[in-house]
């Protein structure tokens, strides 16, 4: 059974930091582009940013360019998204999701299909 489980969201000041770590589970997480997506109160669902398996190519969302980082442990089935910086905007809850394809991998693109594996998400908070 495929799972994906989001780790490391909390409440944090403004300007701090933290990481967000997703744990996958029944499937072979090189074979994929991996990412995240976040949910703010009363908003839409945005991507947020995604890394190919084949060449690690990243992608961030213009509002989180220079302040996130994404990575993989693929010997640890992980993905990471370190956020650095943030600010009340960050505000949201976080998925981890795996697009259900092997041939597709990291673009502006990739949030735009419509099947994932999906976390249950971890909450991050920003608030002074």
């Known amino acids: 059974q495929v799972q994906l489980v989001e780790s490391g969201g909390g409440l944090v000041q403004p300007g701090r930091s933290l990481r967000l770590s997703c744990a996958a589970s029944g499937f072979i997480l090189d074979y994929y582009a991996i990412g995240w997506f976040r949910q703010a109160p009363g908003k839409e669902r945005e991507g947020v940013s995604c890394?190919?398996?084949?060449?690690?190519?990243?992608y961030y969302v213009d509002s989180v360019e220079g302040r996130f980082t994404i990575s993989r442990d693929n010997a640890k089935n992980k993905v990471y998204l370190q956020m650095n910086s943030l600010n009340p905007e960050d505000t949201a809850v976080y998925y981890c999701?795996?697009?259900?394809?092997?041939?597709?991998?990291?673009?502006?693109?990739?949030?735009?299909?419509?099947?994932?594996?999906w976390g249950k998400g971890a909450l991050v908070t920003v608030s002074s």
């Open positions: 890394i190919s398996s084949s060449d690690g190519y990243t």
């Open positions: 999701a795996a697009l259900k394809r092997t041939d597709v991998q990291c673009s502006p693109a990739w949030f735009y299909y419509s099947e994932y594996y």
